[in-house]
């Protein structure tokens, strides 16, 4: 059974950096790409950013590139998102999602 | 980049009713459209891909239809479970990417 597990998410200042986990297992994470995705609270969903099965091949869209980054470990069956310079507006839950298969979300709320 | 339009935006209807939801990607996406229904604090959960496609596991009352910039969900006969907001989703290659529609709450009347 596909397993996608996120953590790190919690209470950040504006400015502020936080970075999230998301631990991968019942398949083989290094054969797979995997993505980011947010929904602020009552809003729909948004993309966020894009990694390959290497991690050769990375994609963020404009909302927050330069910002945020995106990383894997294959060997720990791990993907990252590394959220820099955080702002009110990246308040949400964020999910890592293999093609159809998304973790239960981890809350970032960047609030003073 | 594409965007996805998605109407209506909420409906609502009687359980055994037939519901219909359309999206409309900005160019030609192919078939490379997913259906997602998400109820209050859960994780999106996919039931149609490839637009037509039902993933395993999921009622055939919910189907998928469409190719190239216009795509339908239905569902045939509403059930009270079945209270969420569906998502469309677009998938392109080039670069890699998601783009969502805005979504379609569904209440029971």
Redesign the interface.
Known sequence: EVQLVESGGGLVQPGGSLRLSCAASGFTFSSY?M?W?RQAPGK????VS?I?SSGS?I?Y?DSVKGRFTISRDNAKNSLYLQMNSLRAEDTAVY?CAR???????TLVTVSS | DIQMTQSPSSLSASVGDRVTITCQASQDISNYL?W?Q?KPG?????LI?DASNL?TGVPSRFSGSGSGTDFTFTISSLQPEDIATY?C?QYDNL?????????TKVEIK
């Open positions: 790409e993505n995705v729909g969903l948004e993309w894009y390959s091949t994609y869209a999910y093609e159809g298969d998304w973790g239960q979300g | 997913n997602y998400q859960k994780a999106p959960k996919l891909y993933e998502y989703q670069p890699p990417s998601l783009t969502f529609g805005g979504g």
